[in-house]
């Protein structure tokens, strides 16, 4: 069977029992499947068919569940726990010291032999409670104190939203999980997509189609109308170009956005 994938949601909708999880797919893949072996989205608010009345803790990890294979590789007698991908640089999770590669086997002191029994613990948790988390790596095993949060504002993009910039010939769109999933953008990636690029202009850019512009000038953007109020704010100043930090698939870099 399939590992569970656990990750951060950015939407408005939570879970209201595993009993009846119904997970809505159309925002990842455009389809709707049950729970067994697919994508659950989890660490501060969970998908399903009705609108949340509560939010979680958020924590910050991207988390798989241990399946038979996966066991057999690590050498582990039965399948149990949840492996730790990623974490979000500055979250919860992160300042807990959890770590990619992390097996989680205890959360908020609770055993987690599967998947299930995580959903059933996370959904009783709030943000700004401290839990207590065991996890196995390959130096041995660890108990870390995580103080869970609130969802950043960053973190909840729902709503599609998108800005022309003629002047400069691009085109920005915010993160939304349908945007993330259509351009493969990494989870955990936070900013402004890059989406079309005028092609009159393509020759002497420097942007890419699917560049992420994470910061304008040290501050970070997370919409297109943070990166339209900070250009018309450095054309006011006589500014003739912004800093910018931008993710790529080979990494980050700076670049200077034109200001016309």
């Known amino acids: 069977m399939p590992a569970h994938v656990v990750s951060m949601s950015p939407d408005g909708y939570t879970l209201a ?22 994508f659950v989205l989890f660490m501060g608010t969970f998908l399903v068919a009705a609108p949340a009345v509560a939010e979680f803790g958020f924590s910050g ?29 500055g979250g919860p999770a992160d300042f807990a010291g959890v770590k990619r590669g992390d097996r989680i086997t205890k959360f908020h002191g609770t055993h987690i032999d599967t998947f299930k029994c995580l959903v059933k613990v996370v959904t009783g948790t709030k943000p700004g ?13 660890f108990d870390l104190k995580l103080k869970l949060g609130t969802k950043p504002v960053s973190w909840k993009i729902a709503k599609r939203a998108v800005i022309n910039f003629p002047a400069i010939g691009i085109t ?35 942007l890419n189609r699917g560049d992420v512009i994470v910061q304008l000038n040290q ?26 930090l931008i993710e790529r698939p080979d990494g980050f870099r700076y670049m200077m956005l034109p200001v016309k």
């Open 17 to 38: 029992s595993t009993a009846i999880l119904v997970v809505v797919m159309e925002l990842l893949f455009g389809k709707t499947r049950r729970l067994a072996g697919v």
């Open 172 to 206: 920005l769109a915010a993160i939304t999980q349908k945007i993330r999933q259509r351009f493969k953008i990494r989870w955990g990636s936070v900013g402004v997509l890059v989406t079309l690029i005028d092609p009159e202009l393509a020759s002497r850019m420097l």
């Open 61 to 89: 990890m991207h988390v798989q569940g241990v399946n038979t294979s996966i066991a057999k590789a690590l050498g582990l007698l039965k399948a149990e726990g949840v492996m730790v991908m990623d974490v979000a640089l």
């Open 219 to 244: 501050k970070d953007v997370w919409l297109p109308s943070q990166v339209l109020k900070a250009y018309n704010k450095a054309k006011v100043a006589n500014v003739s170009q912004m800093l910018m």
């Open 129 to 141: 409670q401290t839990i207590a988390l065991h996890v196995i790596r390959a130096t041995g095993e």
